[in-house]
C-alpha cells in the first residue's frame, strides 16, 4: 500500500495497538479459560504475528507484585526491549509509574532501548492506582491530584531530558542542573522523541494530557463517553498549539454470529473471579472518588466493567467482524486515533482480528474518505 499523508479534511487512518499479557490471568479476572501465557516465547511470538498482520503498537502492562487474579508478572521496560528486538516495526509501549522511576534513569534507558529498536519505544506514564505496591516498597503514597502533578512534572523532565541539552529543573518532585544526556533518543519527522502516553479519566487527567502527553488512553467508552474526553483534553490542548492523540481501551470478541460473541461475554462474566474483581474494585475505585468532582477512572464502574480491568466491554467491540469494524470507524470519525485491543485467547485472536476485521475497517475507511494506513500487513515472502 502506498503512504498517503493525509490532509485536514481527511483523517489518518485508525492504529492498532494490543494489550501485552507480560502479567498472568490475562485480560479477564474470570476463570473461564484463556488459552493466553504470560511468558516470553509466548509474547514473541505474538508480537510477531501482530505486526505482521497490521498491529503497529503493543503496550506491555506495568504491576510490580502480586495482586487481583495477576499472580505473576513480568517487569514492563525489559519486556519491552525483548519484543522490540524480537520484532521489525512493531512499536511497543512501556508503562512506568512516577514514584518508583527517576525520570533520568528512565530517559537513559528509554534512549538505549530507542537507538536498539531504531526508534520504536515508546513509554506510558501511570500516574499509579495500586497503594499497596507504593507502600509495600517503603515508598510515600500521594493522593490523587499529587499523584498527577507529579506525574506531569514527570513527563516533563523526560522530554527535556530527551530534546535539551544541560537540562534544567527546579520542581516540586524533581531537580536537574545541567543535566546531558546522550546519545539523545532518534528523532524523526513528527517523532521528536520517543512517544509519550498517558492515561486517566479524571478533570486533573484530562487537563494533564493536554498539557504534555502526546497521546491519551481512555478507559472503555461509548460514543458519548469518547466525545467528552476529546472535548476536554482538546480544550486545553489547543489554546497552547498542542495536538494530544486519543487511544481507546477496547476488549474484543469477534465471532460468526453476534449471539455466539454475547455468549462468550456473559460466560466471562458468569465465571469472574468475585473476590479478585471485588478487590481490585476496592483498591482503583477510591482513585475515582478521591477527585473533587468524583471523575477519576472506575468511579463509575460496575462490577461486570471491572471483570476486564480497564472498562474494555464498554467500547462494546463484541459481534461480528463487520459489526466490530463499523463501531471501530464510527470511533475513527468521533476522533478516536487508536484502539487499544484486549482478547480472551490472543495468539488465535489476533490472528482472526487481522484476517476478518481489519480488512473490513480499511474498506470501511476508504468509503468513508479516510487516509490508507501505512502500517499494511506484511507481504509474505
Known amino acids: 500500500m502506498t503512504d ?17 499479557p507480560n502479567v498472568s490471568g490475562g485480560l479477564v479476572t474470570s476463570t473461564i479459560e484463556q488459552r493466553t501465557d504470560w511468558g516470553y516465547d509466548y ?8 505486526e505482521a498482520v497490521g498491529f503497529e503498537y503493543a503496550l506491555s502492562q506495568v504491576r510490580y507484585m502480586a495482586s487481583y487474579g ?10 519491552s526491549l525483548g519484543l522490540l528486538l524480537a520484532t521489525e516495526r512493531l512499536k511497543v509501549i512501556a508503562a512506568v509509574h512516577p514514584g518508583l522511576w527517576q525520570p533520568g534513569v528512565l530517559a537513559k534507558l528509554g534512549a538505549t532501548a530507542d537507538h536498539m529498536s531504531g526508534g520504536r519505544f515508546a513509554v506510558n506514564v501511570v500516574s499509579g492506582w495500586f497503594k499497596g505496591e507504593f507502600t509495600a516498597m517503603g515508598e510515600p503514597w500521594l493522593e490523587h491530584d499529587e499523584r498527577y502533578r507529579r506525574a506531569e512534572e514527570f513527563i516533563s523532565a523526560l522530554r527535556g531530558i ?3 541539552e544541560g537540562y534544567t529543573l527546579g520542581g516540586d518532585f524533581y531537580r536537574f542542573r545541567d543535566f546531558d544526556l546522550k546519545p539523545k533518543p532518534l528523532a524523526s519527522e513528527g517523532r521528536p522523541h520517543p512517544e509519550i502516553f498517558q492515561g486517566g479519566n479524571s478533570t486533573a487527567a484530562r487537563a494533564m494530557a493536554g498539557r504534555v502527553s502526546d497521546w491519551y488512553f481512555s478507559n472503555g467508552k461509548d460514543l458519548a ?11 486545553v490542548a489547543d489554546p497552547l498549539g498542542r495536538r494530544v492523540r486519543f487511544g481507546l481501551n477496547g476488549f474484543v470478541i469477534a ?10 461475554l456473559r460466560e466471562i462474566v458468569a465465571k469472574a473471579n468475585k473476590p479478585a474483581v471485588e478487590g481490585f474494585r476496592d483498591a482503583v475505585q477510591q482513585a475515582g472518588s478521591s477527585t473533587g468532582d468524583k471523575r477519576g477512572m472506575w468511579a463509575d464502574s460496575t462490577f461486570e466493567d471491572l471483570v476486564q480491568y480497564n472498562d ?14 463499523e463501531r471501530i470507524v464510527e470511533f475513527r470519525k468521533h476522533g478516536v486515533d487508536l484502539i487499544l485491543c484486549g482478547f480472551l485467547h490472543f495468539q488465535e485472536e489476533v ?11 480499511r474498506e470501511m475507511e476508504a468509503a468513508a474518505g479516510i487516509a490508507p494506513s501505512p502500517f499494511a500487513p506484511a507481504v509474505p515472502a
Do not use: C, M
Open 351 to 361: 490472528e482472526q482480528f487481522g484476517a476478518k476485521v481489519l480488512p473490513l475497517v
Open 255 to 264: 465471532r460468526d454470529t453476534e449471539a455466539e460473541a454475547r455468549e462468550t
Open 225 to 235: 463517553g469518547i466525545d467528552e474526553q476529546i472535548r476536554d483534553v482538546r480544550a
Open 312 to 325: 474494555g466491554f464498554r467500547t462494546n467491540l463484541i459481534g461480528t467482524p463487520e459489526q466490530i469494524a
Open 43 to 50: 509474547n514473541r511470538k505474538l508480537a510477531q504475528t501482530a
Open 4 to 20: 498517503q499523508v493525509p490532509t485536514p479534511e481527511q483523517p489518518a487512518a485508525t492504529k492498532f495497538a494490543y494489550w501485552v
Open 162 to 164: 530527551w530534546t535539551e
Open 70 to 79: 495477576a499472580e505473576f508478572q513480568h517487569e514492563s521496560t525489559s519486556f
